[in-house]
């Protein structure tokens, strides 16, 4: 099973609203990741989690707020976002976090209005 | 800063026959490379990857090919099927610092009928 989930599938939310998005997957791996995409544009890392600690983050606006509450799941917690942030947000989780291949989920899409 | 570009936007390919991707990076710290297809709506689909140890790697119709010396690889489909129409990114990675994937813009590939 290399299934990655992601919910919801479409979000669209105001400039002051608090939203959250979440994350999954079951094949015991131990990195997980969020990207942003937008359209024609390749997917861009904003965080890496390794083991449950937040390792990377790539420069992200503090808007944007990573919470790994376990090897599981991954959330990404919206607060007072732009219109600009509007784009196709992806989860990925890797075994490990050097040289493997990233399993990508469906993507949320998120309009911030 | 383009670190991997693929510089075909798109590439239109009868079925049965061989469809080439191209893909050609400028940092000579990547060390593991990583083909993606994506459809609309839909995340990335991890298909094959190379470490730099290699210069070939194969898996059923796909195979990709690593040139070092001219920081240059390139996937191979053969033969070509209308399920491949998609989006397909090349992706490098330096595992010796971190687990983050730099992205190719993408190439659109159609196979017609």
């Known amino acids: 099973d290399t299934e990655v989930t992601q919910t919801p599938k479409h979000l669209v939310m105001g400039m002051t609203n608090k939203k959250s998005l979440k994350c999954e997957q079951h094949?015991?791996?131990?990195?997980m990741y969020w990207y942003k995409q937008k359209a024609k544009k390749p997917p861009e890392l904003m965080f890496v989690?390794?083991?449950?600690?937040?390792?990377i983050n790539e420069s992200v606006p503090s808007r944007f707020s990573p919470e790994c509450p376990n090897s599981s799941l991954l959330n990404l917690h919206l607060h007072a976002l732009q219109p600009e942030d509007s784009a196709l947000y992806l989860c990925?989780?890797?075994?490990?976090?050097?040289?493997?291949?990233?399993?990508f989920g469906p993507g949320t899409r998120l309009t911030v209005t | 800063d383009q670190q991997v570009k693929q510089n075909s936007p798109s590439l239109s390919v009868q079925e049965g026959r061989i469809s080439i991707l191209n893909c050609d990076y400028t940092?000579?710290?990547?060390?593991?490379f990583l083909w993606y297809k994506k459809y609309p709506a839909e995340g990335p689909t991890f298909l094959i990857s190379?470490?730099?140890?290699?210069d070939k790697n194969e898996d059923g119709r796909f195979t990709v090919f690593l040139n070092k010396s001219a920081k240059h690889l390139s996937l191979h489909i053969v033969p070509s099927q209308p399920g491949d129409s998609a989006v397909y990114f090349c992706?490098?990675?330096?595992?010796?610092?971190?687990?983050?994937?730099?992205f190719g813009t993408g190439t659109r590939l159609q196979v017609t009928l």
């Open positions: 990925a989780s890797s075994p490990g976090t050097v040289g493997y291949e990233q399993y």
């Open positions: 094949m015991g791996h131990r990195a």
């Open positions: 989690y390794s083991y449950e600690k937040l390792s």
């Open positions: 940092n000579s710290m990547f060390d593991y």
């Open positions: 190379i470490s730099s140890i290699k």
């Open positions: 992706a490098a990675m330096n595992t010796g610092t971190a687990s983050k994937l730099t």
